[in-house]
């Protein structure tokens, strides 16, 4: 399964919402999606699994949405430590395939 | 605290072999299936290679298939990626990631810092 995540970039400033789009090439079966935040020289960091479980310790302005090959995941506030790379995951047919990512920056 | 940490990365030749390996700390490793996923520098994830939590559930993104192979050892905690034929698209940063589950395909909870393998003449 292929993963599209759009916009590539986007730009937007503390205290407003991000809306991240991650396509699947087809459906990803049992709903197996996940979503990662990567910040440059830490590890990628489990935010939400199964489409919109968070994992542990997320805060809950992290949130996922979608079914079938479409979802989202949504920053209802972004905080200053929120601008990082975020990457879908589906994890419901092998291989196992990541998104190419979308950045949110300042 | 749960723990990963990776060893094995090292330059390597065109067609030369590693082994890496990835230690692991503060959870019960038979609870969960485990992956190793690498990222070139400047570049995305990539999931390489999954084990389910008694080794008997394997696979490999296509690239890799025939020149890696994954392993466990549950005794001692371990997991390792055997890596034959390398290529120059093999250059990245390995990272372990624990899975949620004890299944072969997962989300990943808890990922190791990397080990760097560079493959070059």
């Known amino acids: 399964i292929v993963l599209t995540q759009s916009p590539g970039t986007l730009s937007l400033s503390p205290g407003e919402r991000a809306i991240l789009s991650c396509r699947a090439s087809?459906?990803?079966?049992?709903?197996?999606l996940a979503w990662y935040q990567h910040k440059t020289g830490q590890t990628p960091r489990l935010l939400i699994y199964?489409?919109?479980r968070r994992a542990t310790g997320i805060p809950d302005r992290f949130s996922g949405s979608g079914s079938g090959a479409d979802f989202t995941l949504t920053i209802s506030r972004l905080e200053p430590e929120d601008f990082a790379v975020y990457y879908c995951?589906?994890?419901?047919?092998?291989?196992?395939?990541f998104g190419p990512g979308t950045t949110v920056d300042v | 605290e749960v723990q990963l940490v990776e060893s094995g990365g090292t330059v390597v030749r065109p067609g030369g072999s590693l082994r890496l390996s990835c230690v692991t700390s503060?959870?019960?490793?038979?609870?969960?299936?485990m992956s190793w996923v690498r990222q070139v520098p400047g570049r995305g994830l990539e999931w390489v290679s999954g084990i389910n939590w008694n080794g008997n559930n394997l696979a490999y993104t296509d690239s890799v298939k025939g020149r890696f192979t994954i392993s466990r050892d549950n005794g001692k905690n371990s997991l390792y990626l055997q890596m034959n034929n390398l290529r120059a698209e093999d250059t990245a940063l390995y990272h372990c990631?624990?899975?949620?589950?004890?299944?072969?395909?997962?989300?990943?909870?808890?990922w190791g810092q990397g080990t760097l393998v560079t493959v070059s003449s």
């Open positions: 995951q589906q994890y419901g047919n092998s291989p196992v395939t």
């Open positions: 990631a624990r899975g949620l589950t004890p299944a072969r395909d997962n989300a990943f909870d808890f």
């Open positions: 503060g959870f019960n490793f038979e609870d969960h299936g």
């Open positions: 087809q459906t990803v079966p049992s709903s197996f």
């Open positions: 199964g489409v919109f």
